[in-house]
């Protein structure tokens, strides 16, 4: 488990240092098919190449949420910005306790392929990672 969030979270600061953005029409026609099947009414999605894979970045519930897919159209992986009210209370009080006067910049929920899921909260240029019951994992500098 703890390998699968390791890679979850390396997988994300790798799509900010090495994707590349492209166009919808170079994206392969079967991960087009399979990202409009599952969001028929997005619009204005930006596309990404990373490595192998491919990842588009739009509005869902009017937060930003990014999706990852394979060459084949297989979903990899699914990160979305989620308010402070939404994450589990035990994250809630291990800032309340260790974080008491801290500014948090931002909080994202990564789910991959295998339905792991895991939460990032970002204070002071680091990501605090918690598993999906919000227990404390680790800190990582940005």
Known sequence: MKKTLLFIFLLSCVITIQAQKITTDAVPKKVTVAFKKSHP?????????????????????KKVTHLMYDKTGILVFNESKIALATIPVAIKKY????????????????????????????????????????????????
Do not use: H
């Open 95 to 142: 800032l309340d306790t260790n974080f008491p006067e801290q500014k948090i910049d931002g909080i994202v929920k990564m789910t991959a392929m295998n339905s792991s899921l895991s939460y990032a909260v970002e204070i002071n240029d680091s990501n605090l990672i918690f598993d999906a019951l919000g227990n404390y994992l680790r800190t990582e500098k940005k």
């Open 41 to 61: 009414t997005t619009t204005q999605e930006e596309w990404t190449k990373v490595d192998t894979n491919y990842e588009v970045k739009f509005l869902l519930n």
